[in-house]
């Protein structure tokens, strides 16, 4: 399920980005091993339908079954990303995407899975991996957050966007009108303040 055509203009680039020769080359680029930028979703409809934008730090280890042709076209690598994630919302796949789906039903009650991603775009404020156990240096997420992010965000200049987690907010730091909650992925989707988090967060949209 590919996002509207002009985030798959915007997201193209990535792969294979400039980035990995530059600022980036400590981060992950190995397709054969689901390592390409990703950990996005939505904005099935038109630009101008989504509300909402959801900004996650950065995707964890691929699946060992996430296998990508290095030489598929963007599109439909764009289309492979966005479909695994969907999927794994439906099935609600772990213990993130059964997180996900709790906050997107609090920002959208009532209305189908398909119509809370027609409202959102997901994304991360980096879209590659670091090695294992490594953190992302500084200069790729300035770097990723100039080639991508900050794109992806003048997309959808009138929906809220929400720093899921301290280092998301870290690198969302100075943008206007920012809101804040916790990580839908673990460890910090445990802690006992997370889901009251998503909750105040639901509260929140839906009085805007």
């Given at each position: 399920?590919?996002p509207?055509?002009?985030?798959?203009?915007?997201?193209?680039?990535?792969?294979?980005?400039?980035?990995?020769?530059?600022?980036?080359?400590?981060?992950?680029?190995?397709?054969?091993?689901?390592?390409?930028?990703?950990?996005?979703?939505?904005?099935?409809?038109?630009?101008?339908?989504v509300?909402?934008?959801l900004?996650?730090?950065?995707?964890?280890?691929?699946?060992?079954?996430?296998?990508?042709?290095?030489?598929?076209?963007?599109?439909?690598?764009?289309?492979?990303?966005?479909?695994?994630?969907?999927?794994?919302?439906?099935?609600?796949?772990?213990?993130?995407?059964?997180?996900?789906?709790?906050?997107?039903?609090?920002?959208?009650?009532?209305?189908?899975?398909?119509?809370?991603?027609?409202?959102?775009?997901?994304?991360?404020?980096?879209?590659?991996?670091?090695?294992?156990?490594?953190?992302?240096?500084?200069?790729?997420?300035?770097?990723?957050?100039?080639?991508?992010?900050?794109?992806?965000?003048?997309?959808?200049?009138?929906?809220?966007?929400?720093?899921?987690?301290?280092?998301?907010?870290?690198?969302?730091?100075?943008?206007?009108?920012?809101?804040?909650?916790?990580?839908?992925?673990?460890?910090?989707?445990?802690?006992?303040?997370?889901?009251?988090?998503?909750?105040?967060?639901?509260?929140?949209?839906?009085?805007?």
């Amino acid at each position: 399920m590919l996002p509207c055509k002009e985030v798959v203009r915007l997201l193209e680039p990535a792969y294979r980005c400039a980035g990995f020769d530059d600022a980036c080359v400590a981060l992950t680029w190995a397709p054969e091993r689901g390592f390409v930028p990703r950990g996005y979703c939505g904005t099935t409809g038109m630009p101008g339908d989504v509300r909402l934008v959801l900004v996650l730090d950065q995707p964890g280890e691929p699946r060992s079954d996430a296998a990508i042709d290095a030489n598929a076209a963007p599109q439909e690598i764009i289309g492979g990303v966005c479909r695994d994630l969907y999927i794994g919302l439906t099935q609600r796949r772990d213990q993130f995407c059964s997180n996900l789906r709790f906050l997107l039903s609090r920002c959208f009650p009532g209305v189908s899975l398909e119509e809370q991603l027609r409202f959102t775009w997901i994304t991360c404020s980096v879209l590659c991996s670091a090695p294992a156990g490594d953190h992302v240096p500084p200069g790729a997420s300035l770097e990723c957050r100039g080639r991508f992010l900050e794109r992806q965000l003048a997309l959808f200049s009138g929906a809220s966007v929400v720093a899921l987690g301290a280092l998301a907010a870290k690198r969302l730091k100075g943008y206007p009108g920012l809101l804040e909650a916790a990580d839908p992925a673990p460890p910090a989707c445990n802690q006992p303040e997370a889901r009251a988090s998503w909750v105040r967060l639901g509260v929140r949209f839906a009085g805007h």
